[in-house]
């Protein structure tokens, strides 16, 4: 089965800090994993995702994520955090034949001005 | 363009109501799916349709039911409500499978609350 650990589950950083935020899956094939962001009050929107090819993967927001096979991993990464990105984000992985995504259970960033 | 839209967006049921959640999607997608987002838990698929007319059992599809009634639609049913339903629930569809490259939308969420 399929499984997401979202290992860091509340991040707080000072505006202009660098960001990474972990992922980590369990499937041993062929994957496809995405990063969603959900603000307060409001639903999940994709930030970016990685089906194939380049591993580096750039997104919306200035936001992107390496996708490092050996090591199961799909971390993401923003150069300067905004209070903007104050959010929850979610590490989700879809293998071949499952028939909807599986989530991490999410990290809550919280910028500070 | 109103994407996946879901009603009610709150709700407030005491233990053992019924009730039904309505899900409806303008973008022509094959599947639908939903899933429930508990503090810690990130989000737990309970129900999936590829398309009109079928349905398949999540993760979590205890005390659930869903109808596929159309294309656009896709609702869940509470049964007999019970606290441990008390969530944020999410409707979401895309063109195809998520492993065939479409981009899942989600609606706004509805929060129900079983007291």
């Known amino acids: 089965a399929q499984s997401v650990s979202q290992h860091n589950h509340h ?20 994957v496809n994993l995405f990063w969603y962001v959900q603000y307060p009050g409001q639903h999940l929107q994709l930030l970016l995702k990685y089906f194939s090819g380049d591993p580096l993967v750039k997104g919306i927001k200035g936001f992107e994520a390496e996708f490092i096979k050996s090591k199961f991993s799909f971390n993401l990464r923003k150069p300067s955090v905004q209070w903007s990105d104050t959010a929850e984000y979610f590490c989700a992985v879809n293998s071949k034949g499952r028939r909807a995504l599986t989530f991490g259970s999410g990290t809550r960033l919280q910028v500070q001005p | 363009n109103a994407g996946v839209t879901q009603t009610p967006k709150f709700q407030v049921l005491k233990t053992g109501q019924s009730m039904t959640l309505q899900c409806a999607q303008d973008m022509n997608h094959n599947s639908m799916y939903w ?7 990130g989000l737990r698929l309970i129900y999936y349709s590829a398309s009109e007319g079928t349905t398949d059992k999540g993760e979590v599809p205890n005390g659930y039911n869903v109808s596929r009634l159309n294309k656009r639609e896709f609702s869940l049913r509470l049964e007999s409500a019970a606290p441990s339903q008390t969530s944020v629930y999410f409707c979401a569809s895309s063109g195809g499978g998520p492993f065939s490259g479409n981009t899942i939308y989600f609606g706004e969420g509805s929060w129900l609350t079983v007291v």
């Open chain 2, 35 to 41: 899933y429930r987002q508990d503090p810690g838990m």
């Open chain 1, 11 to 30: 991040v707080i950083l000072s505006e202009a800090a660098s960001l990474e935020l972990g992922c980590n899956y369990s499937y041993g094939g062929t």
